[in-house]
């Protein structure tokens, strides 16, 4: 089972229920911890490069390229991490250790990359545009942490993941993504308010880029650039 977002939307999203064993979870987050200081050292390095291309984007209206795969990377990697533990606990496949995209692995993060970003809201939309986002997102903590126990509990007992379940934590991982490709400065777009709870799966290749829907994200891209 999959669950990607609108092939037409910057920030897509990608998680496979790939059965899961019943009680593994239960120990994945100390399988996990290989993980867990190189993440520690890629997020103290995230912020201080997303300021650096924050500079480039006020003089040049453009993100650079080298830091924008880098931070998509970490983005990547960390969501690989929480495919394989909580909060998903859609796979017993051990994340790989790299920031490249990996269609064979049941998660997988992709963001377009924008040719043109406008250049004074760099000034405001970490701290004031986001504010109503990073409101709601604190908001729906205490809901996103009872569905995980809640989903991880039924995988135990039952060896199932619930879709529903799985499709709510989707909605709400995506939204957080969302905010967080926005709050980095990697685009113009504002994050819908709402929660897209999936699509088919063949909206989403295997090289990690939109199906059926290339060029009309490629256009839209360029139209959020100017």
Request: charged share 20%.
């Amino acid at each position: 089972m999959d669950r990607t977002l609108n092939p037409g939307d910057p920030v897509r999203v990608r998680c496979d229920i790939d059965a899961p064993s019943r009680g593994l979870w239960l120990i994945k987050w100390a399988l996990a911890s290989p993980h867990y200081p190189i993440l520690i050292l890629l997020y103290l390095v995230y912020p201080l490069l997303t300021i650096f291309a924050g500079g480039a984007i006020l003089f040049t209206g453009r993100y650079p390229r080298p830091i924008f795969d880098f931070n998509v990377g970490v983005l990547r990697w960390s969501w690989r991490v929480m495919n394989y533990r909580f909060p998903m606990n859609s796979t017993d496949k051990y994340p790989p250790f790299t920031l490249a995209s990996r269609p064979d692995y049941p998660g997988d993060l992709d963001v377009d990359y924008p040719e043109k970003l406008t250049k004074w809201p760099v000034l405001v939309k970490s701290w004031l545009f986001a504010i109503p986002h990073i409101l709601i997102c604190w908001a729906m903590l205490p809901m996103f942490h009872a569905v995980c126990y809640v989903s991880a509990a039924w995988l135990l007992f039952t060896g199932t993941i619930p879709q529903g379940m799985f499709d709510l934590l989707m909605g709400m991982v995506r939204w957080r993504y969302r905010v967080a490709v926005y709050v980095s400065l990697m685009w113009d777009e504002y994050p819908p308010l709402r929660m897209d709870l999936g699509s088919p799966k063949d909206d989403w290749q295997c090289d990690g880029s939109a199906a059926d829907g290339s060029a009309e994200a490629g256009a839209t891209a360029g139209a959020y650039g100017r």
